[in-house]
């Protein structure tokens, strides 16, 4: 299964974006016990018959089978093609008998082709770009969170738990994850499909399998984008920009779904095209070395374990963040963006803050940015070595020099939306009271006036620097920043 879109064929009219809809164009509730997907957003709706378009998938799939056996050189485009020719005749045939109207068929159609080459009844969630998270509870109960904050049921992807596991080995198998997959000798799954969306899945460890899958809405944006999104204004895109190009080791901090890789992404966009630089991840989720911009990456996946343990008790073929942190340094390197620091990766990373060149990104969980580097401490404490806490904190002020926050107020239980948006940008200065490290808070919310998005308070103490590489640091002057008005809530900022 591959997350592509059709090859054009002149006898396959174009499919719009599936998704299940009621009349008003809102996505509709099904039940449990549905065994059909409604298509189509403007167009007519059209009922898919799955059972038949299993049958079709079937059919054709033997005729692919015995195709790649006489012709064994077969490109991938011509193969889909043929098989596209053998969908629409089937597909023929049963309108025929069945007097289907032209949008059922062409509903059929993609569905056939779907199940064949992409997720199957999956696909139109991940074609939905309004679509945010896709939670599955076992194969039957199906619910899609939006971006506005709106959760809604829809209809089953399996008819059982098996055609479940067997769905998500084919996303693994077709992500390019071959050493990944999920049964109950390996009760978990973690993997980017192949349009970038992070698949996590856990089976055999409670009643169903469960399965959550986060789509990046906002996958290729700059920071010109984010200030169009209202998560940063125009001075702290010019100060973010200037940082990156200052060569500033930045760690961006922040809750669960705040925008943390987002803005990540949006950081690698200020890298010179040109700048040879490593990304370490356990999925792939920032795509620098496909996105056209970027010329010289060296793009690192972890790897899990096939279930087995090796002598020394650690899973046999893994390779962790920690693995690959030590090569990446070998590699004539930059600058090294680490995806996330989750774990005893964190104590690489810092070493490679203090001893290499600067311009290295990050990205940790954090409630809140006052903890984040009591959050950075207890993953060197999950280190083998059981770092101490000391340690942590003067690493962490001799590697870092920024830490941005990105916060989320999600008011969508009172009718409001969710707002991203940066809160706060630290600079860490040294050591401090009681060995932690000591920050100026750059940039921090304007409470006073009813702001929860960041606005400058400060210079640096790099200000030289940032203005070495074209920063106005009169912009640090602005108390209100860019913003025009503070953020529009439903429950306003307390004074």
């Not at 396959?12 to 039940?31: D, E, K």
């Not at 109950?184 to 169903?208: E, F, H, K, N, Y």
């Not at 401090?432 to 210079?459: K, Q, W, Y």
């Amino acid at each position: 299964m591959h997350a592509r879109p059709l090859h054009p064929d002149p006898t396959v009219a174009p499919l719009p974006h599936a998704t299940r809809q009621q009349a008003n164009g809102t996505p509709a509730p099904a039940s449990a016990a549905s065994s059909a997907l409604v298509l189509g957003t403007t167009a007519p709706r059209a009922t898919v018959p799955y059972q038949t378009a299993r049958t079709i998938a079937s059919q054709v799939a033997k005729q692919r089978e015995e195709l790649l056996k006489t012709t064994p050189g077969m490109d991938r485009a011509s193969e889909e093609q043929r098989c596209l020719e053998w969908i629409n005749e089937a597909v023929a045939l049963w309108s025929d008998a069945q007097a289907m109207a032209p949008q059922e068929d062409e509903a059929l159609r993609r569905a056939v082709y779907d199940l064949l080459f992409r997720a199957g009844r999956l696909q139109p969630y991940l074609d939905d770009e309004r679509v945010e998270d896709i939670i599955i509870q076992g194969p039957d109960e199906v619910w899609l969170d939006y971006g506005d904050g709106k959760r809604h049921r829809v209809g089953p992807i399996a008819d059982s738990e098996e055609e479940l596991l067997e769905l998500l080995r084919e996303l693994a198998r077709g992500s390019g994850h071959s050493e990944r997959t999920i049964s109950t000798a390996s009760p978990t799954l973690a993997l980017s499909l192949q349009d970038g969306s992070r698949l996590q899945a856990i089976t055999g460890l409670g009643p169903m399998t469960y399965a959550v899958i986060r789509r990046h809405r906002v996958a290729h944006a700059g920071l010109d984008d984010l200030v169009q999104l209202g998560t940063i204004d125009s001075v702290l895109r010019e100060f973010l920009g200037a940082c990156v190009r200052a060569e500033k080791n930045v760690m961006i901090a922040g809750k669960q779904k705040a925008g943390k890789t987002t803005l990540l992404r949006a950081m690698l966009r200020e890298f010179d095209p040109e700048c040879r630089f490593a990304t370490i991840q356990t999925e792939d989720e920032l795509f620098a070395h496909a996105n056209g911009y970027h010329r010289q990456v060296v793009s690192l996946v972890g790897r899990e374990s096939n279930g087995e343990k090796d002598a020394a008790g650690r899973g046999a073929g893994e390779v962790t963040l920690l693995d690959l942190m030590h090569p990446a340094l070998r590699m004539s390197l930059d600058r090294i963006v680490v995806g996330e620091v989750r774990g005893p990766e964190v104590v690489a990373m810092m070493q490679a803050l203090t001893n290499g060149s600067g311009g290295n990104l990050c990205t940790i969980h954090a409630r809140r940015a006052g903890i984040v580097f009591d959050r950075i401490a207890e993953l060197y404490a999950l280190a083998q070595e059981n770092l101490s806490e000391q340690l942590a904190y003067r690493q962490t002020a001799n590697g870092l020099d920024f830490v941005v926050f990105v916060d989320m107020t999600d008011e969508t239980q009172i009718g409001g939306r969710r707002h991203r948006y940066v809160s706060h940008v630290l600079e860490l200065t040294g050591i401090g009271e009681n060995g932690r490290p000591a920050t100026n808070e750059i940039f921090s919310p304007g409470t006073e006036f009813g702001e929860l998005r960041a606005v400058p308070r400060m210079d640096p103490g790099c200000i030289d620097d940032l203005r070495r590489v074209g920063f106005d640091s009169s912009l640090l002057q602005q108390p209100y920043g860019a913003w025009s008005a503070p953020l529009a809530l439903k429950v306003g900022v307390r004074r």
